[in-house]
């Protein structure tokens, strides 16, 4: 079992619909959790982080935490063509020595 | 302006030769990493540092070395024991490892095996 698990996609949604992305983990004593993107060739850059239960919001985004299940997810409201790039899931090892990252998932948002 | 820088963005290596990729930042950060990334693929972890002259094997160590001599460094190096060297490398930093766990990161080398 992949210690962060992500479904590689593509993911293909239609402008200005919900895009659902899903990441599931193995180390039930991890404590953070992060989404970046990352555009085709570039960096990753840091969208949302997570540490409790529940919901947070942030603009268009929305990082969702179920701990007791072990899963964490990303939804991006009123998608647009921008948005198409790689998302990565990310969670630190419950050592909290290191970070570690989903194969990521691959959005795509058709006009 | 803070931030990671790396060098070279691209380079061109040969079979059996040693290459080294710079990893410099003035974020202030203690932890500092290296990450591997293949097309179509995550990122793995190869070595981490949290403090100078201390560091840490990831997840696929073999074939790579690091040293961490000052805060702002953390050159890697490639070896002719990395059997497989083509890819896209990240290096990253945060305050420190198991603290708020954000990354920052460079734009990323990319080695190519002649």
């Known amino acids: 079992q992949k210690e962060v698990e992500q479904n590689s996609g593509p993911l293909s949604v239609p402008e200005g619909a919900i895009a659902s992305l899903n990441c599931t983990y193995s180390?039930?004593?991890?404590?953070?959790f992060f989404w970046y993107r990352q555009y085709s060739g570039k960096s990753p850059e840091l969208i949302m982080f997570?540490?409790?239960?529940g919901d947070k919001e942030d603009g268009r985004f929305t990082a969702q935490l179920n701990k007791a299940s072990q899963y964490v997810s990303l939804l991006i409201r009123d998608s647009q063509p921008s948005d198409s790039a790689t998302y990565l899931c990310?969670?630190?090892?419950?050592?909290?020595?290191?970070?570690?990252f989903g194969s990521g998932t691959r959005l795509s948002i058709r006009p | 302006d803070g931030g990671i820088t790396q060098s070279p963005k691209y380079l061109f290596r040969k079979e059996g030769q040693n290459v080294t990729l710079s990893c410099e930042q003035n974020?202030?950060?203690?932890?500092m990493y290296w990450y591997r990334q293949d097309p179509g693929q995550g990122l793995r972890l190869i070595y981490y540092?949290?403090?100078?002259?201390?560091?840490q094997k990831g997840d696929i160590a073999e074939g790579y070395s690091v040293s961490r001599e000052k805060k702002e460094s953390f050159p890697l190096t490639v070896t002719s024991a990395q059997k497989n060297p083509t890819a896209f490398y990240l290096c990253?930093?945060?305050?420190?490892?198991?603290?708020?766990?954000?990354?920052?990161f460079g734009e990323g080398s990319r080695l190519t095996v002649l």
């Open positions: 990253a930093s945060s305050i420190s490892v198991g603290g708020s766990g954000e990354l920052f």
């Open positions: 180390d039930r004593g991890s404590q953070s």
């Open positions: 997570i540490y409790s239960n």
């Open positions: 990310a969670v630190t090892a419950s050592s909290a020595s290191k970070i570690i």
């Open positions: 974020l202030n950060h203690d932890a």
């Open positions: 540092s949290q403090i100078v002259n201390d560091f």
